[in-house]
């Protein structure tokens, strides 16, 4: 596993495959796989896999995400996860447009769903932080200089757990590596700049 990452992982759904080395995770999503319940209809699709640990206290999770786009929103993404009605998720996901693009859900019981910026890259950097009862998603494309994305909280002030998740809503399936983790058991310094 991650050696920075805190243990044990555990599988949120089944990954169609599943590799994790000392800093790099891959995950193979299945065809129609998704986390999404709809704010219209409330119909779910928490088919999506993804691999997470638990966490506690205030915490930076940081990984360089490449995806292999072929369909419409297929995605990788860093995961906050309580439980189906409460989590939320920082993706690179593929657009309509068929634009790398970085895109938030926070879902309370039902998912919202917020564009963000356009990557000219099959590759971005993504990091989510907790700050006290609060958390952050932050984005960018060199690892160096981040933009805030989303400010928010869920609806817990205990254990999360915090992982990677790969998607393929309207496809046949996504390859997603995760690399470069590092996690710290640490506070963010500066909510605009993500340092």
């Known amino acids: 596993m991650p050696s920075s990452l805190p243990a044990p992982l555990r599988w949120l759904g089944q990954p169609v495959e599943g590799h994790v080395t000392d800093d790099t995770v891959h995950i193979v999503a299945g065809p129609r796989s998704d986390w999404f319940?709809?704010?219209?209809?409330?119909?779910?699709n928490m088919?999506?896999?993804?691999?997470v640990a638990a966490v506690s206290g205030d915490f930076l999770l940081t990984a360089r995400v490449e995806v292999?786009?072929?369909?419409?929103?297929d995605a990788g993404a860093l995961v906050l996860w309580q439980d189906e009605r409460t989590w939320a998720k920082l993706c690179f996901e593929y657009s309509p447009e068929s634009r790398p693009m970085v895109v938030s859900v926070v879902t309370r019981d039902a998912s919202d769903d917020c564009n963000s910026l356009e990557v000219d890259d099959s590759a971005v950097w993504l990091r989510v932080a907790r700050i006290?009862?609060?958390?952050?998603?932050?984005?960018s494309?060199?690892?160096?200089?981040?933009?805030?994305?989303?400010?928010?909280?869920?609806?817990s002030d205990g254990d999360l757990d915090v992982g990677f998740e790969a998607q393929s809503p309207l496809g046949d399936g996504c390859r997603v590596t995760f690399s470069g983790i590092r996690f710290a058991a640490a506070t963010l310094g500066d909510l605009r700049s993500g340092e």
């Open 141 to 155: 494309t060199d690892g160096q200089r981040w933009g805030l994305v989303r400010h928010f909280a869920l609806a």
């Open 132 to 139: 006290g009862r609060a958390h952050a998603f932050h984005a």
């Open 47 to 51: 088919s999506a896999p993804a691999l």
């Open 37 to 44: 319940v709809d704010p219209g209809t409330g119909v779910a």
């Open 68 to 73: 292999a786009f072929a369909a419409t929103f």
